[in-house]
């Protein structure tokens, strides 16, 4: 038995353990000093009630002989999927049934899609940008070369900013990004997708946090450009934008225009999946029906209320950032020059805020912090306040 070598190199993160020890010693020693947490990356609002009724009523049925269900369909239930089709609808977005498949998250989907490509692929991702996309292709052994995203393109790299002259054959692109909170618009996607084309490459898109948009001028989905069901892929997840992350499910869009790439993925959910969960397809459903998109929606202006106390305190502060409008995110450059670990070091020195440092999210990322909508109302005003304490 020889062991995945490309396992060796990976590299260790220790981007969240050495942020826990540090606000710990912090607390340990400052026992009286209330730290605020402005570096949750995960969703803090309850499921929403249409979603938990339709989750109780699904569990009674699974409880009656009548209505009990055993494996479904690996791609999902046609209920959820019509769902699913319906929401696309709304951003004039046409899917086939058979292009859409529910899955138990995007993270999964994200690495697992990967079974379909050739190691020798080459593949562009972004910098900064969530870090799964870099560590799945390093298990597999892919040769990586970066889109280069910095305060010039305000955090939303082009085809100008690729590194090298290596042509790529697949494209990461996550809108609305994390961490930067930056949002392509029409114009910026049809580039890439053009470019994808002249290439013969394909893009992953991670839409992620597309409902954080509310412009409507600005792509939800790839979709929407034009050609772009001949060179993408489409990965979401109810996780942010449901409050899935504990629930877990998601879906992913291959479209027919792609050829093979769609009876292959089908091929490759039915061999190793055996689909989500009845109960949670049907609390998935509940998010797309009319009551579930409001209730939704309190949750998601929550959060863009906070995001929109961030982004004034920058301003007032003078502090240059992008994000926090269609975003949980706010990516920010760390005043006087600082690096992203002596900026968090100050902050919790002389603030009691925690977020989190720009250089765990790549090269670029070094100098620049994120901080996260995701806290209580309370807590993000008393944390504004101590900035303009320090900064304004
Ligand atoms: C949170 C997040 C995901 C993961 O979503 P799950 O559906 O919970 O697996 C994927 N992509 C990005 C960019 C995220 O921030």
């Known amino acids: 038995m020889n062991l995945n070598k490309n396992y060796e190199n990976l590299e260790q993160s220790y981007l969240f353990s050495t942020i826990n020890r540090k606000v710990r ?17 995960d969703v803090t609002k309850p499921l929403c009630k249409s979603v938990v009724d339709a989750m109780h009523k699904a569990v ?14 690996e791609q999902g239930y046609d209920f959820l999927r019509q769902a699913v089709q319906g929401y696309y609808k709304k951003y004039n977005v046409s899917l086939d049934l058979d292009e859409i498949f529910i899955s138990d998250g995007a993270k999964s989907d994200l690495g697992n899609i990967l079974d379909l490509f050739d190691k020798d692929n080459v593949v ?4 900064p940008v969530y870090p799964a996309y870099v560590d799945t ?17 305000n955090f939303l790299p082009g085809v100008n900013d690729i590194e090298s002259e290596v042509k790529p054959d697949i494209i990461y692109i996550c809108s609305p990004n994390n961490p930067t909170g930056a949002v392509y618009n029409k114009e910026q996607l049809k580039s890439w997708v053009d ?7 394909l893009i992953l898109f991670d839409s992620a946090y597309e409902s954080f948009i509310s412009n409507p001028e600005l792509p939800h989905s790839i979709f929407e450009i034009d050609g772009a069901k001949t060179c993408a892929v489409e990965i979401c997840s109810l996780s942010k934008t449901a409050g899935f992350t504990g629930t877990r499910c998601g879906y992913t869009i291959v479209p027919q225009e792609l050829g093979k790439l769609n009876k292959m993925w089908l091929r490759r959910q039915t061999t190793k999946y055996n689909g989500v969960p009845y109960i949670v397809q049907r609390g998935a459903e509940a998010v797309f029906t009319k009551e579930g998109m409001e209730e939704i929606a309190e949750n998601l202006n ?17 502090i240059w950032f992008v994000g926090g409008e269609y975003s949980p995110y706010i990516w920010l450059k760390c005043p006087n020059n600082m690096s992203s670990w002596e900026f968090f070091d ?10 989190t440092p720009g250089a765990g999210f790549g090269k670029n990322g070094e100098g620049y912090f994120r901080l996260t909508s995701f806290g209580s109302r309370e807590n993000t005003i008393e944390a504004m306040e101590r900035f303009k304490k320090l900064f304004k």
């Open 346 to 355: 100050y902050l919790l020195e002389n603030a009691q805020v925690v977020g």
């Open 25 to 41: 010693e912090f607390v340990a020693n400052n026992p009286d000093k209330k730290v605020i947490r402005l570096g949750i990356g």
């Open 124 to 127: 562009l991702i972004p910098d």
């Open 302 to 318: 929550y959060y863009k209320e906070n995001a929109k106390i961030i982004s004034q305190t920058m301003q007032e502060c003078g």
């Open 137 to 153: 292709n390093i298990m597999d052994g892919r040769k990586i070369v970066f889109a280069h995203g910095n305060a010039e393109n």
């Open 195 to 201: 470019y994808a084309k002249r290439n013969d490459a």
């Open 60 to 73: 009674d049925e699974m409880g009656v002989q009548e209505s009990f269900r055993g494996y479904g369909p």
